[in-house]
């Protein structure tokens, strides 16, 4: 028996061996002993121990003796026998287990822990000679082993003695204990390694406890969630822009609009405020998350306490303006009556002789300047051709002090009954009269002259005009060249008064571009909205329920509803002004509900030159599915100047607008601006029972919003905005070679750069989110470059928008050429100097023309060069 002594990662153990089968290779002179195992460690080779304190695995050799001795052994090695050594194999198997839970990996023909094991044998050579109790004392000890290497590892075995040797029948580690516990000489000093396996097992139960519990605990949260959440599957947007829009046309129904409109009519308080506070509560219930309201105190210009009268001084006879007679008007006249005036009209009353001026144009104005006195005479005008303001102007330069406006009924709409309907106008170009200057205390008007609009009935009395004509004809009316002009009392009471007018805007926010906005403008007077407010609450409710299935929109959609609109867009020139710095770079397009149904004849789209290609696609695809089955009009799309809350954006700012209306119109050359007349406006029930007409309104304004705010690239088309101002340029009588030249220059440059932006919007690969932004701002910025500095009266700065008239023309030089006419019937003591300023005038306006288009080419250049300096690199 031998106890053997060791330390196995600071763990103590003393184990009584008994050498059972071992193969003892020899005992060299240093009285090293070498005894190696035969497959202790299965399928792994013999192992070795030595004196050097190494375990080493040897490969299989060839068989051999199961007992094996070199020469020089002692012969007292043959008397230990087999069965105490056999102890040891034990020992190694125990030592390859706690080596195996502490990391000790087996790698190649090795046994590493941690490093090398030494074993000191404290045997004399007299003890190896004689056998007995004193083989007992032999120890191994074992000296710290490290991962690094022993820190005092023991000599290395000497080679001689590392003959091969036969492998021999492994022993089981079971079987030894069990021999070792039933020996009454086994001395165990293992103390710690069973504390530490016990432990090491009770940690382990505590653990697979403890993570089963947190497993059954995760398991019953699942559940529980699974089983109380309904089973309803989160919205999904559609998968691209044609089933989003779609989605959205399917949302937007005619009965839907009935019922908002319906409920917008049943306000018991009419007033302008409360029809303002009920959106704002609309607005936010339709889900907008940033509504505000806002008020502005203005000066407003309303009828007086009893109606503006004329009054024909050889009869004595007194009418009202639609032309009954004072004495016979009823007790339900009065609101009729109050309601037909112009608006920042000067006040008081004017006697002096009725003056035929027809439309007021300068060759109407020269044939009467060359036969008539016309200082404080009344001229009676005609609506149409040209803006009011403007011909007001003329007829102010000219001396008039009164103007009575009426409509001719061959210009009137089919189905509009002007006979004997008076209107109501504004002289207001926009905004709060009194930030212009204008006070009450000092009358409160924007011009000299006293205005006031008449029914058709009371100019033909006038102006004592023949009959109209029978059956399908008509004679327009007109003064007979030899018939006695009437002299006339005209009397206008206006009065003035600040009043509050109220705003709501409500934001829709983008995601990628929240800083570029589509503004979508309709108005709420009590008077003149029509169904604008219904088809604006129903585009918001439509918008809304698709941000809720999941859609979010490229750019903000900005909703605003104005008041003040029909006194001169005031709401929307006060918003404006204030917000002018932020919409100046932000603002993207208007989109506008200034009056969509006024009427069933005709669908008109007005929108500016870079919008009418994407206009003139809405339109054509929306009348596939025409109303009147079959009898559908065609495309009718124009870049005219519109009256209304778009104004200030497209005239001040240059944002580029877009408006769909169904009109009651014919000639739109003598009828655009017959639109400046404000009637009493009929029911939307009344003009449209079904509400089919705003349906289609409010889907084709649908479809321009979701375009407009969706599309990577903006749907601007700089090529339209080039051929606009070339086709304007066919009066080569007037126009230099250099203004031709540059006009052809522009549209080259802008083609080439249309088709350039052209391979970003239809290649998502090309969409580089900073260039595509620049590219978005010269598009945006390109009809900046047509605003001239001023412009006649009631004529818009910007040059794109043009006037009506057979060929089309810059506004500017229409009115340049009237200049030069209207030199001819000015005074002839300023007539020298007129006719230098008129021919200025002129040379002006083709340079400003000039220098628009160049500054457009400029901008059209620096796109082109966008794509040179930021070339792909996603692909």
Request: charged content about 20%.
């Amino acid at each position: 028996m031998v106890i053997i002594k060791t330390w196995i990662k600071g763990f103590e153990i003393s184990v009584l061996v008994d050498l059972a089968e071992p193969v003892v290779t020899g005992v060299n002179t240093k009285r090293a002993l070498i005894i190696e195992f035969p497959e202790v460690l299965a399928g792994s080779g013999p192992l070795r121990l030595s004196q050097g304190g190494d375990f080493s695995l040897l490969k299989q050799q060839e068989p051999r003796p199961l007992l094996s001795f070199s020469a020089d052994t002692p012969a007292c090695f043959s008397k230990l026998g087999t069965r105490r050594l056999k102890a040891i194999a034990g020992d190694i198997m125990a030592y390859r287990k706690v080596c195996d839970a502490q990391g000790g990996p087996l790698v190649g023909e090795a046994l590493h822990c941690s490093g090398s094991l030494d074993l000191d044998w404290d045997l004399d050579k007299e003890e190896l000679q004689e056998p007995g109790p004193s083989m007992d004392r032999m120890q191994m000890q074992h000296v710290d082993c490290q991962r690094s290497g022993c820190s005092d590892p023991g000599p290395d075995p000497d080679p001689e003695l590392m003959e091969p040797i036969q492998p021999s029948v492994s022993v089981s580690p079971h079987g030894r204990f069990e021999r070792l516990q039933e020996d009454p000489n086994y001395i165990s000093h293992f103390t710690r390694a069973p504390a530490l396996k016990g432990q090491r097992r009770l940690h382990c139960f505590l653990l697979r406890y403890f993570l089963a519990a947190v497993g059954l605990f995760v398991l019953g949260l699942l559940i529980g969630w699974f089983t109380h959440t309904p089973n309803v599957k989160p919205p999904v947007p559609p998968s691209d822009s044609s089933d989003l829009l779609e989605e959205l046309l399917r949302r937007i129904t005619a009965d839907k609009i009935d019922a908002l409109q319906r409920s917008f009519s049943s306000l018991s308080d009419d007033s302008e405020e409360a029809r303002a506070r009920y959106l704002y509560r609309q607005w936010v219930g339709l889900g907008l998350t940033d509504v505000h309201l806002s008020n502005h105190t203005v000066l407003l210009s309303l009828p007086g306490s009893t109606p503006n009268t004329i009054t024909d001084r050889s009869s004595h006879q007194c009418f009202l303006p639609n032309g009954i007679p004072c004495d016979q008007r009823g007790p339900n006249d009065l609101p009729k009556q109050q309601f037909s005036y112009a608006a920042y009209s000067a006040v008081g009353s004017l006697q002096g002789e009725v003056v035929d001026v027809q439309y007021g144009s300068v060759d109407d104005l020269r044939r009467a300047k060359d036969t008539l006195n016309l200082t404080n005479q009344i001229a009676v005008v005609k609506l149409g051709q040209a803006p009011l303001l403007y011909k007001l102007s003329l007829l102010s330069e000219l001396g008039f002090g009164g103007a009575l406006l009426y409509i001719d009924p061959c210009d009137a709409p089919p189905g509009r009954h002007t006979w004997n309907q008076a209107f109501r106008v504004t002289l207001n170009p926009g905004g709060n009269p009194a930030i212009a200057g204008v006070s009450r205390e000092a009358g409160g008007s924007l011009t000299s002259l006293l205005v006031q609009p008449i029914s058709a009935f009371l100019a033909k009395t006038l102006l004592s005009s023949p009959s109209t004509g029978q059956g399908g004809s008509c004679i327009p009316l007109a003064m007979s060249p030899n018939t006695e002009r009437k002299k006339i009392t005209l009397t206008v009471e206006n009065q003035l008064s600040y009043k509050k007018i109220y705003n709501v805007v409500g934001y829709l926010k983008g995601r990628r571009n929240p800083d570029r906005y589509v503004l979508v403008g309709s108005r709420h007077d009590s008077d003149q909205g029509g169904g604008a407010s219904a088809i604006m609450n129903q585009l918001i409710a439509a918008l809304t329920e698709q941000a809720k299935r999941g859609w979010v929109p490229d750019r903000t959609t900005v909703f605003c509803s104005w008041g003040g609109s029909a006194l001169g867009n005031i709401g929307s020139y006060e918003w404006g002004k204030d917000n002018s710095v932020v919409l100046q770079s932000s603002a993207v397009a208007y989109v506008s509900l200034n009056s969509p149904v006024r009427g069933t004849e005709t669908l008109r789209a007005t929108a500016s030159p870079t919008l009418l290609q994407l206009t003139s696609d809405i339109q054509r695809r929306q009348l596939l599915s025409c109303i009147r089955g079959g009898n559908c009009p065609g495309p009718n799309v124009s870049s005219l100047q519109l009256p209304g809350d778009v104004s200030f954006f497209a005239n001040q700012l240059a944002v580029p607008t877009v408006e769909f209306a169904f009109e009651q119109t014919k000639a739109e050359e003598t009828t655009s601006f017959l639109s400046e007349a404000q009637f009493s406006v009929e029911s939307p029930k009344t003009l449209d029972p079904l509400f089919k007409f705003h349906e289609t309104i409010a889907k084709m304004t649908a479809e321009a919003i979701l375009r407009l705010v969706n599309d990577p690239v903006l749907p601007f088309y700089p090529l339209d905005i080039a051929l606009d101002v070339q086709n304007k340029l066919k009066e080569k009588s007037v126009v230099s070679p250099s203004l031709l030249s540059s006009a052809s220059s522009l549209r080259d440059h802008a083609a080439f750069f249309q088709s350039e932006t052209m391979r970003p919007a239809n290649d998502p690969k090309e969409r580089d989110p900073s260039h595509v932004r620049m590219l978005n701002d010269v598009l945006r910025d390109l009809e900046k470059s047509f605003i001239i500095p001023q412009a006649p009266s009631g004529v818009y700065r910007n040059l794109l928008y043009s006037l009506p008239g057979k060929t089309p023309q810059f506004s500017i030089l229409r009115f340049s050429q009237e200049a030069v006419l209207h030199c001819s019937v000015t005074s002839k003591t300023v007539k020298h100097n007129k006719e230098v300023l008129c021919h200025s005038t002129m040379n002006q306006s083709l340079s400003l023309i000039l220098r628009a288009i160049r500054s457009a080419e400029r901008l059209v250049c620096f796109g082109l060069d966008l794509f040179e300096n930021y070339p792909n690199d996603t692909k």
